[in-house]
């Protein structure tokens, strides 16, 4: 069942007439990509693991990095029957992954001046209107509220997947009839596919278009997702993978369902190549930049995905061998769980759960990578081995943060500063300090502290260079004769921009 093939490539996000999406950074060091590619055979075991302990008849995962498919490798059957193996072309259903494709809609949307997300859902749905709410003080459901699950609707994995091909006008009619809530609206984060549903209503009536057209015409194509939609039945069922279930020692096929009025909140089907271009998409909004916006929504938009925007919980995240080893403080953005790892930074994860079908992704912003998989067994979702694969290209020194530009300022005010350090006074950037720096501490005990420094790791070798953490702040660490010397720059927000705080850090060499 588990016959493999391999297909590693590079595949640029750009073709002739479809809008280009650039690279967050300079052109990417091929040989970072080679070396991903490289070392894409030595993961292959997590993800055959997987398959092998969790019942997934077939399987495909890739890695985009740079705004390129890196590596993408298929493993598997997409059906049951002899010869039906996956390949990078395979369509799977991603389940709950896209919810991200309906909340960077209503972002887009937004944008136009079309909607506002702190106006109350029921302007754009007048079904909400005559609604009951749970207590007298509850607020009314805002845009907002919907995008990160805080309308106070009751979880409803696994009622909502069921729902997908529920006609648009029954959907109406239980709108009308009102829904119950579990909790007032704003009081806690629950996770609503009810919610994203009623966002794809909010796309459509606004749009004046259907959801899924909005969508495909305004997001999908101008990437170049061809191959990428909502309608199961009209993709060429020969490229599709079907869905199965684990029962009673045996795979059952599960039921396809139509797209319907709960498509925004887990319909589509896509392949690796054609959601490689979503991932380069996301991941090109980082870092911030000058340069003309060249994708179908503006750079800062796409940004706000990664805004955990409230009831921050924390948890553990799946570790090397499927254990939970890393705390981390997260919440759900905009069609994304945000979170800090305390091996990667900044992660933007998404699950996708669904009868047939299971999906994850793992977006790494600072360091221009992402990671994603898709399995044709009912919720089947492969977080484990994405973020094992993840740690392993991290300990391979394969997920280096971007860089920021060093400001002008920022390297007039570091030249100033190393001139104080060496020279053991103030007065070489005495014109670059802010009001605050002598009264925070004096020339003379600045004085003092370096030649504190001094005695504790000798005459330094300062670094050139600076670390910038923001035009105004940055880091650096410099080789002394006896251990390191690391510290913080920071600027104060003055025209022209002048020193407000330096720190210095000795670590003297351990004599044993």
Not at 187 to 214: H, K, M, P, Q
Not at 238 to 262: H, I, K, L, Q, S
Not at 277 to 298: H, I, K, M, N, Y
Not at 303 to 309: C, I
Request: aromatic letters at 8%; a neutral charge; charged letters at 20%.
């Amino acid at each position: 069942m588990l016959k493999m093939m391999s297909a590693a490539l590079l595949l640029a996000c750009t073709s002739a007439g479809q809008a280009q999406v650039q690279p967050a950074s300079p052109a990417p060091q091929e040989s970072i990509l080679t070396r991903i590619e490289h070392m894409g055979p030595s993961l292959d075991p997590i993800f055959q693991r997987y398959m092998a302990d969790s019942h997934v008849p077939g399987l495909v995962y890739g890695i985009v990095a740079d705004g390129r498919l890196a590596y993408v490798q298929s493993m598997g059957n997409r059906t049951l029957d002899a010869g039906a193996s996956v390949t990078p072309e395979t369509l799977f259903r991603i389940a709950s992954m896209s919810k991200a494709f309906t909340a960077l809609a209503i972002l887009k949307l937004r944008d136009e001046g079309r909607l506002r997300l702190d106006a109350l859902a029921e302007e754009y749905v007048p079904e909400l209107r005559n609604w009951r709410y749970p207590t007298s003080d509850s607020p009314r459901i805002r845009v907002r509220d919907l995008l990160s699950h805080v309308a106070g609707f009751v979880t409803d994995d696994p009622w909502g997947d069921r729902q997908t091909p529920l006609p648009e006008a029954e959907f109406s009619a239980m709108l009308r009839a009102g829904v119950p809530f579990t909790r007032a609206p704003d009081t806690a984060f629950e996770y609503s596919n009810l919610g994203f549903a009623l966002l794809g209503r909010i796309v459509s009536n606004v749009s004046g278009r259907r959801y899924e057209d909005y969508i495909r015409d305004e997001i999908m194509r101008p990437l170049g997702m061809d191959s990428t939609g909502y309608d199961v039945f009209a993709a060429r069922q020969e490229r599709r993978a079907f869905g199965y279930r684990w029962e009673n020692d045996g795979f059952v096929r599960e039921r396809d369902m139509a797209d319907g009025a709960f498509g925004a909140m887990g319909g589509v089907q896509t392949n690796a190549r054609d959601y490689a271009r979503w991932v380069a998409f996301l991941l090109s909004a980082w870092p911030a930049r000058d340069g003309p916006e060249t994708g179908p929504v503006r750079r800062s938009t796409v940004r706000e995905l990664a805004q955990g925007l409230n009831f921050v919980q924390v948890g553990r995240r799946p570790g090397p061998a499927g254990e939970g080893t890393c705390p981390q403080a997260a919440a759900y953005g905009m069609g994304m769980r945000v979170a800090q790892d305390c091996d990667l930074g900044l992660t933007l994860a998404h699950g996708g759960g669904y009868p047939g079908y299971g999906s994850y992704i793992l977006l790494l912003p600072e360091r221009g990578v992402g990671l994603f998989a898709f399995a044709n067994r009912t919720y089947a979702g492969p977080s484990a081995p994405i973020w094992q694969a993840a740690l392993a290209l991290h300990g391979a020194d394969l997920l280096g943060l971007r860089t920021l530009p060093v400001s002008e300022a920022l390297a007039r005010a570091y030249t100033a500063a190393s001139a104080m350090i060496r020279t053991g006074s103030i007065e070489p950037g005495r014109n670059l300090l802010a009001m605050n720096f002598l009264m925070d501490r004096s020339a003379e005990n600045w004085a003092r502290e370096f030649a504190r420094l001094r005695e504790s790791v000798g005459e330094c070798a300062p670094d050139p260079r600076i670390v910038a953490t923001g035009a105004l702040s940055g880091q650096f660490d410099w080789a002394c004769e006896r251990g390191r010397l690391t510290g913080t720059l920071l600027l104060a927000p003055t025209n022209p921009a002048t020193i407000q705080a330096l720190r210095l850090n000795p670590a003297p060499t351990t004599l044993h």
